[in-house]
């Protein structure tokens, strides 16, 4: 990947972080899809211990996102950008080295939140805006900024400091414990770096990557991956993700990474309203023992929970046999669907304290985990149908058609899918107060409008997504 | 001289435009009819997009410096797509506006010339739209990964912006007689003049090889401005013509403040630098405007002075105009919205003098043109002053 938004250098075992995007470093998705791959890629370096991260210029560390983009992407696409930004945040807080967000300047919204992410904060001397501008704009901190606030500087401040949406200095900011130091402007980047070091020698080494895996995975980060190891196409508001041959031959990381890619690019789409993957080429070889692998194996984990958020229906079809981590995948979407030829193929199913597994109490009873059985056997516990049509992607396509507008209130299912899907693992409260949110948000849509108004008048609906 | 190629846009936007016209500007006709009467020199008016060679093929200055300009948007990423599609959308907002803002008085104008020649400004703004509407039709690229109708969505906001809901202030004034027509051609078009001259290095090469073309129209607007206010201001000097002296004053203090803050904030521009999208920061472009302001400003006063005083020599009612200084300039401070002060804290006199918030709704009615404050702009403004003002009581 070029990155242009994102430079990067390294002082010993510290990586210096350095978001470029003038004037203000603002948040797009441009920069926030090399931010994920950098920290990716220096995550799996095993010679970085600590990413510091700052902004270039002595104005902005970051002025959040970027409004012009919300203003002119329209709201489909805002709603799947907020959620991708959260995603790349959350990612960042799983990150094992040591972060600490250089603030040289004005630090607003999502930039705010961003550097919230970071385990210490340092600031630079002078008058420059801190804080949580949104409910001027008329929304909220989206990206974690609420709850990440929240539990650094206690409810009472976070409530303050969100609601009133003024900015505060970098001496306040320190005073209710927002930043850890504050340093001269002049060699401000060094003095974060001796921090980061200080901090560095107080902590055990964190568990790094073995040099040669390290290595391995550098140089897999540090090229493209082959073209061609995942396609995307769309239909009428249905993305079709296949991967293709190549991909079992590929290394898995990079087939991993091209999952991502193609994944990435449907769920920030505004036009797809349900998702496909194709299977049956295969992803991994179904003999290769990646799960020793715990980065490829987490990194794995990370790309699949990309399709368990995402507020759209997701599909998944296999007709062959499937790796554990495979049949990670396949959990991961909503249905999964094979023919009668795959019935004999073998899966392996996954074994551990996955917190998905737990969704599925009757289609995978716990005497199942960690065994190895047919798909046939999944058909019987209703966790795969099969499908005995002559060209049974092409049906499963016409299947999700229900699901897409105008005949299908999209948004509606696909909250329907979150609301069952998050709110299982969360507590009854937690759940309810998802569910109600989520109905709220319906309400304030058009597709309601139109439902409602379609029952009355005895039509069929003609939904558009909204 | 350098060639120019026009093309047509594609047909949606083409009939939009051309429906738009016939609502906004529908004396488009009047105009082709009698050109070669009031223009006989001049190529007759066309609605095409004219496109000239760029200036230089590669980015000269900033993040990109050495690139090659982009012919595609897609090639633009992150902030930069956003912010050429912000520069491009405001571009097209003041041609339409500015056309929604004349209609209203072009058929007030005290000379026929003078009418025909705001109907042929209004007619180059009309192309110079269709100019912007092409920059952003003609590129399928113009999309960012997850949208692909950013472009079309500006498109259609800019096809249902009225005066009062357009990008820069300038254009949300509603002109009140044709005074308007020509201090706004001498004062905002000049602004005008300045960003398309920036633009010209502009680093995504359709927008950059658009603007020759524009700032050559661009030139005729300036000229009329310049041509027709001086012989008002000439038959104002010796009690002729509709318009007092102090008529002129207030649409100078009326339009100055409003093409300054066209500029943006004197602080700003980094970024438009940084990406190549302009070739001066906001304080170096509005020093420029200003200094040209006070040369046409000492020039007025000298033609009024002139009038007063055929006798005397050009170089004599030059010097005299410096000191006289007849039409003034108001302060920077006067009437400025985007301070970044509270609006109860930008009340300041045409000196510059900070003015009690109290006073101020007053004092504009007697510096500002009468018929203004009776307008909802103004009422809109005031209602803001207003509405600050218990604050300001508590504090």
Redesign the interface.
């Known amino acids: 990947m070029d990155f242009r938004f994102i430079n990067n250098r390294l002082d010993e075992s510290i990586a210096i972080l350095e978001l470029d995007d003038p004037s203000a470093n603002t948040l797009t998705y441009d920069l926030l899809h090399e931010l994920e791959y950098k920290f990716l890629a220096l995550e799996a370096d095993p010679q970085v211990q600590a990413i510091v991260i700052t902004g270039k210029g002595a104005r902005f560390f970051s002025g959040g996102v970027n409004i012009g983009m919300l203003l002119t992407a329209g709201k489909k696409f805002n709603s799947n950008f907020i959620l991708y930004a959260a995603e790349v945040l959350e990612a960042i807080t799983h990150s094992k080295k040591l972060i600490v967000a250089a603030i040289n300047g004005n630090i607003t919204g999502g930039g705010l939140e961003l550097a919230l992410v970071a385990h210490k904060r340092v600031a630079v001397e002078g008058e420059y805006n801190i804080g949580f501008p949104e409910v001027r704009l008329g929304v909220i901190p989206g990206m974690g900024g609420t709850q990440r606030l929240t539990r650094l500087v206690g409810p009472q401040t976070a409530l303050e400091m969100i609601t009133q949406g003024q900015f505060i200095s970098a001496e306040r900011a320190k005073e209710i414990g927002l930043v850890d130091e504050i340093y001269p402007q002049e060699g401000f980047l060094n003095r974060a770096i001796a921090f980061t070091r200080e901090q560095l020698n107080a902590l055990k080494p964190a568990p790094t990557l073995s040099s040669e895996t390290g290595a391995a995975l550098a140089q897999s980060l540090s090229t493209p991956f082959p073209e061609g190891l995942a396609t995307l196409r769309k239909e009428n508001g249905l993305a079709v993700i296949t991967l293709t041959e190549a991909s079992v031959s590929a290394d898995a990381f990079s087939t991993l990474r091209a999952l991502n890619e193609r994944l990435l690019e449907a769920r920030i789409d505004e036009d797809v309203y349900a998702l496909a993957i194709d299977l049956s080429a295969g992803l991994l070889r179904a003999d290769e023992l990646i799960d020793n692998d715990d980065f490829v194996v987490e990194y794995g984990r990370r790309v699949f929970s990309r399709i368990d958020g995402f507020a759209r229906l997701c599909v998944l079809y296999c007709n062959r046999a499937m790796s554990e981590l495979e049949m990670e995948l396949a959990l991961a979407c909503d249905f999964r669907f094979c023919d009668q030829a795959g019935l004999t193929a073998e899966v392996a199913l996954p074994t551990g304290e996955l917190a998905i597994l737990q969704r599925y109490p009757s289609q995978l009873p716990a005497a199942l985990a960690g065994k190895q059985v047919t798909l046939a056997r999944l058909v019987e516990t209703g966790l795969f149908r099969c499908i005995d049509e002559e060209d049974p992607l092409a049906w499963v396509a016409r299947y999700m058609t229900r699901f897409l507008p105008p005949n299908g209130a999209s948004t509606a299912i696909g909250y329907a899918k979150l609301a069952i899907s998050k709110g299982y693992a969360e507590s009854i409260p937690s759940a309810l107060l998802l569910e109600r949110h989520l109905q709220e948000q319906l309400f304030i849509g058009a597709d309601s409008q139109e439902g409602m108004s379609a029952y009355i008048e005895k039509r069929t609906p003609n939904f558009k997504g909204a | 001289m350098a060639a120019i190629n026009e093309y047509t846009i594609d047909k949606k936007y083409h009939d939009a435009l051309i429906e738009w016209q016939r609502k906004n500007f529908p004396d488009i006709g009047l105009l082709e009819k009698y050109w070669d009467v009031y223009f006989p020199n001049d190529p007759a008016w066309r609605l095409t997009a004219k496109l000239s060679e760029v200036k230089a093929d590669l980015i000269n200055q900033?993040?990109y410096q050495g690139v090659k300009k982009y012919a595609t948007a897609r090639e633009m990423?992150?902030?930069?797509?956003?912010?050429a599609?912000?520069i491009i959308k405001a571009q097209c907002s003041t041609e339409l506006g500015s056309i929604q803002q004349h209609m209203d008085t072009v058929n007030t104008c005290y000379t026929d010339k003078a009418k025909f020649s705001v109907l042929r400004i209004m007619a180059e703004e009309f192309r110079h739209a269709y100019q912007m509407f092409w920059v952003l039709s003609h590129d399928p690229s113009w999309s960012?990964?997850?949208?692909?109708?950013?472009a079309e969505?500006?498109l259609d906001e800019l096809l249902s912006m009225n005066t009062g809901s357009h990008v820069l202030d300038a254009f949300n004034i509603p002109f009140t007689d044709s005074l308007d027509n020509v201090t706004f051609a001498c004062f905002i078009d000049r602004v005008g003049r300045f960003q398309l001259t920036m633009q010209e290095e502009f680093a995504y090469a359709p927008m950059a090889a658009s603007m020759r073309p524009m700032l050559k129209e661009e030139a005729f607007h300036l000229k009329t401005g310049w041509e027709v206010l001086k012989e008002i201001c000439e038959m104002a000097a010796v009690g002729e013509g509709p318009w007092t002296l102090a008529d002129i004053q207030k649409k100078i203090n009326l339009w100055y403040p409003r093409a300054l803050e066209m500029f943006g904030s004197e602080e700003g521009g980094?970024?438009n630098l940084?990406?190549s999208f302009k070739t001066m920061s906001n304080k170096e472009a509005i020093g420029g405007y200003i200094k040209e302001i006070e040369w046409l400003l000492n020039s007025l006063n000298a033609a009024i002075l002139q009038r007063r005083h055929p006798e005397l020599s050009k170089e004599q009612v030059r010097l005299m105009a410096k000191e006289t200084a007849i039409l003034r300039l108001p302060s920077t401070r006067f009437l400025r919205f985007r301070s970044g002060e509270g609006i109860h804290e930008s009340t300041f006199d045409v000196d510059g003098n900070r003015i009690s918030p109290f006073e101020y709704i007053n004092y504009l009615t007697r510096v500002l043109p009468e018929k203004l404050c009776s307008t909802e702009y103004f009422r809109s403004y005031t209602d803001r002053i207003r509405q600050a003002l218990p604050t300001m009581t508590a504090a």
Do not use: A
Not at chain 2, 144 to 150: E, N
């Open positions: 900033g993040k990423k992150g902030s930069m797509l956003y912010q599609l912000r960012t990964t997850g949208s692909s109708r950013i969505n500006t980094e970024s940084e990406f």
